[in-house]
């Protein structure tokens, strides 16, 4: 089943305003975690599960959504990370042809996981990275 991306994004928005009010979405993008983005993509045969996640940069925080498993929808609200923590939660970045990637290490985790990011996905991954980089102190506004 396919998906259009700008009513994932307006279902996204709305579930971001049930799990804080006074957020502004800036920009949503869709991941799944794990190492292999194919093999991942293989077993899942599009089937979402507990390792699919909207993540949401808002004004205030980022959001990590899970995907339910019943359509392309947000569900829980699994990780409320704050604005200023991400950066140190961020590792390394490949962008590749068809699935990009970059590591993430979760709160209460120990070891960062890589999050892989479907070309569809891509600039708006490109905006969060480049939303978060502005925020890192000593850069100009």
Same mark, same amino acid.
């Given at each position: 089943?396919?998906?259009? +991306?700008?009513?994932?994004?307006?279902?996204?928005?709305?579930?971001?305003?049930?799990?804080?009010?006074?957020?502004?979405?800036?920009?949503?993008?869709?991941?799944?975690?794990?190492?292999?983005?194919?093999?991942?993509?293989?077993?899942?045969?599009?089937?979402?599960?507990?390792?699919?996640?909207?993540?949401?940069?808002?004004?205030?925080?980022?959001?990590?959504?899970?995907?339910?498993?019943?359509?392309?929808?947000? $569900? +829980?609200? *699994?990780?409320?990370?704050? *604005?200023?923590?991400?950066?140190? *939660?961020? $590792?390394?970045?490949?962008?590749?042809?068809?699935?990009?990637?970059?590591?993430?290490?979760?709160?209460?985790?120990?070891?960062?996981?890589?999050?892989?990011? +479907?070309?569809?996905?891509?600039?708006?991954?490109? *905006?969060?990275?480049?939303?978060?980089?502005?925020?890192?102190?000593?850069?100009?506004?």
């Amino acid at each position: 089943m396919g998906f259009i +991306k700008s009513t994932t994004v307006t279902q996204v928005a709305e579930a971001v305003g049930q799990s804080d009010p006074l957020a502004r979405p800036v920009v949503t993008l869709g991941v799944g975690s794990g190492r292999h983005p194919f093999l991942w993509a293989m077993l899942s045969a599009g089937i979402a599960d507990s390792d699919t996640f909207f993540v949401t940069l808002t004004d205030r925080s980022v959001l990590f959504h899970e995907v339910t498993s019943a359509g392309y929808r947000p $569900g +829980k609200l *699994r990780y409320d990370v704050e *604005r200023e923590q991400v950066r140190t *939660r961020l $590792g390394e970045v490949r962008r590749g042809f068809l699935w990009s990637t970059f590591r993430f290490r979760f709160p209460g985790d120990t070891e960062a996981v890589w999050l892989n990011v +479907k070309r569809a996905w891509r600039p708006e991954m490109d *905006r969060f990275l480049d939303a978060l980089r502005q925020d890192s102190p000593g850069r100009p506004s």
